[in-house]
């Protein structure tokens, strides 16, 4: 997958700007947390996140060198359910803004401290 830029939606810059506060983390961080909690729970399928106003973030910010790894992530739980379906690399990109606006939601709500990340990120390695 290639792309050099990826903008994430009003409601989700806004939650990190409060989860940034209660953390300490970067958001570039929160949103791959926030994208691997979203991976977990499922397919977005078609739905989309409501806008791409907010934050924007370079690839490699976002990724790093990790970035065909989150693509083979997401083609894999979106296209699970799908014998040989397959997804271009913009449909990828705006599943993982959807993913993203997801998976920060859930975060604003379950992280209040530092210790909420790693307790999640406990919870998802004991699954």
């Known amino acids: 997958m290639h792309f050099s830029k990826v903008s994430i939606s009003l409601d ?44 924007e973030f370079n690839a490699y910010t976002l990724t790093g060198e990790l970035n065909g790894v989150f693509a083979s992530l997401i083609r894999f739980v979106e296209c699970e359910d799908e014998e040989g379906a397959s997804l271009d ?13 997801r998976g920060v939601g859930t975060l604003a709500v379950r992280a209040k401290s530092p210790v909420d990340i790693a307790r999640l990120g406990m919870n998802a390695l004991a699954a």
Do not use: W, Y
């Open 12 to 55: 989700a810059t806004s939650k990190l700007r409060s989860l940034r506060q209660r953390t300490g983390l970067t958001p570039n961080l929160l949103c791959r947390f926030g994208l691997m909690l979203s991976l977990e729970e499922g397919p977005v399928g078609t739905v989309r996140a409501p806008d791409q106003e907010g934050q």
């Open 89 to 101: 690399d913009a449909e990828v990109l705006a599943r993982m803004q959807a993913h993203i606006h």
